[in-house]
T-cell receptor
Framework: EAQVTQNPRYLITVTGKKLTVTCSQN?????MSWYRQDPGLGLRQIYY???????DKGDVPEGYKVSRKEKRNFPLILESPSPNQTSLYFC????????????FGDGTRLSIL | AQSVTQLGSHVSVSEGALVLLRCNYS??????LFWYVQYPNQGLQLLLK??????LVKGINDFEAEFKKSETSFHLTKPSAHMSDAAEYFC????????????FGTGTRLTVIP
């Protein structure tokens, strides 16, 4: 089954404790991206990647890092999480940058205390 | 610059009534436009997309949207609401750099009243 898998689905942690949210897709997609969803703000893109070792900033990259060492994985790293990063995070992938639909994961709800 | 405005953060309709969710866009280039739906505790699913072909776009579950350049609008409609349509709906516009580089609106939550 074609899918985008995020882990964990839920996480409560404390300020400053490094965390990684993993994202994996099994469709051999080139394009992957991370969004955060906040009430009243919709989805905002954090980072995207057009292929292995190619990443770029989205609209709200501050406080986040990503890497794309393999085509299937696109982890989101919060080196020093802060409460304003409490949010619902989505990973998405598509065949290439012109392909729709993007396939979305089921989301990761992060709470930073 | 690209932007999207969704009018009405909450819309309620009766079961069987017309659904109309409004989206206006701003784009410096001919846009690609999309509607996505998000059911509770799930990711987003593509409902339909406009990519400069027909201006009336049909999507899944009897949804459709009409691209009106003169009004810079891309409103989503469905003739008859079902209870299962209750969800959050997002309009999105592409931006330079690829159709997949999307800018999302703030969303409209649809409630269907039995």
């Amino acid at each position: 089954e074609a899918q985008v898998t995020q882990n964990p689905r839920y996480l409560i942690t404390v300020t400053g404790k490094k965390l990684t949210v993993t994202c994996s897709q099994n469709m051999n997609h080139e394009y992957m991206s991370w969004y955060r969803q906040d009430p009243g703000l919709g989805l905002r893109q954090i980072y995207y990647s057009m292929n292995v070792e190619v990443t770029d900033k989205g609209d709200v990259p501050e406080g986040y890092k990503v890497s794309r060492k393999e085509k299937r994985n696109f982890p989101l790293i919060l080196e020093s999480p802060s409460p304003n990063q409490t949010s619902l995070y989505f990973c998405a992938s598509s065949l290439d940058r012109d392909d729709q639909p993007q396939h979305f994961g089921d989301g990761t709800r992060l709470s930073i205390l | 610059a690209q932007s999207v405005t969704q009018l009405g953060s909450h819309v309620s309709v009766s079961e069987g009534a017309l659904v109309l969710l409004r989206c206006n866009y701003s784009s410096s280039v001919p846009p690609y436009l999309f509607w996505y739906v998000q059911y509770p505790n799930q990711g987003l699913q593509l409902l339909l997309k406009y990519t400069s072909a027909a201006t009336l776009v049909k999507g899944i579950n009897d949804f459709e949207a009409e691209f009106k350049k003169s009004e810079t609008s891309f409103h989503l409609t469905k003739p008859s609401a079902h209870m299962s349509d209750a969800a959050e709906y997002f309009c999105a516009v592409s931006r330079p750099g690829g159709a997949n580089n999307l800018f999302f609106g703030t969303g409209t939550r649809l409630t269907v009243i039995p």
